[in-house]
């Protein structure tokens, strides 16, 4: 598969995002400016981490820091707030995720998109109840995302990770990994493939993928671009 380069930009009217991602995230911030409106900005604020992978006992510190943290959205006019850590939003789990959207909600005074509630609102809209999916998480954060979408009755039927050890790994994978390992779950008996995590490379992945299978393929910075547009427009 050829990688397409074409700009992604969305039509309408550019947005002022307020995007929060872990500190080693350097993907999320290009790549959403790729899919929305020409002119769009990104202010964008990284929540102190380690190295090592999130995990329920690391959670509680790094929500609260988010939270803490986001009080210096007040400083900038923005449209809306995008919570784009993936991780976090599995481990907390459909309510936990949708705590941590009104907690920033009530500290910024803005709509909030998390990109977890995008993956499943994005497959809800296609209908998608029969999914490929691939990660680069640990088994922990896989199982976690997988009961996340099973909480809405979203199937993993063809799965495949690359098991990150830690961040470091995490940030050296590149889209044309990401195309050939996304290829083998291209099957027939599913709906939709998914690719989670807002640090893989997707922006020049998913659209040429989609072309040649016929199906739809989305991923996590996509669709949370997309509901960030939505929610501007519901405000």
């Not at 995230?25 to 102190?48: A, D, V």
């Amino acid at each position: 598969m050829t990688l397409d380069h074409t700009p992604r930009h969305a039509a309408g009217k550019p947005l002022h995002i307020g995007l929060m991602v872990p500190i080693n995230n350097t993907t999320m911030e290009g790549e959403m400016l790729g899919w929305l409106p020409e002119g769009s900005t990104c202010k964008t604020l990284r929540i102190p981490r380690g190295k090592g992978l999130l995990t329920e006992e690391t959670l509680p510190a790094y929500r609260d820091a988010a939270i803490e943290l986001a009080k210096q959205f007040n400083e900038t006019p923005l449209d809306v707030i995008a919570y784009g850590c993936t991780a976090a939003g599995f481990i907390l789990g459909p309510k936990g995720d949708a705590d941590i959207a009104k907690s920033l909600a009530e500290t910024t005074g803005l709509p909030v998109v998390t990109t977890a509630r995008s993956m499943m609102l994005a497959l809800q809209e296609l209908g998608a109840t029969n999914i490929s999916l691939l990660t680069p998480y640990q088994d922990d954060v896989n199982n976690r995302l997988k009961d996340f979408l099973g909480s809405e009755d979203i199937k993993v039927s063809h799965f495949d990770s690359f098991y990150a050890a830690d961040v470091v790994a995490l940030g050296q994978i590149t889209e044309d990994q990401v195309a050939n390992r996304a290829k083998p779950l291209c099957e027939n008996d599913v709906d939709a493939m998914f690719i989670a995590c807002s640090q893989l490379p997707t922006l020049n992945v998913v659209d040429p993928l989609s072309i040649s299978w016929g199906k739809p393929v989305l991923s996590s910075i996509q669709v949370t671009a997309k509901l960030a547009m939505q929610a501007v427009d519901a405000a």
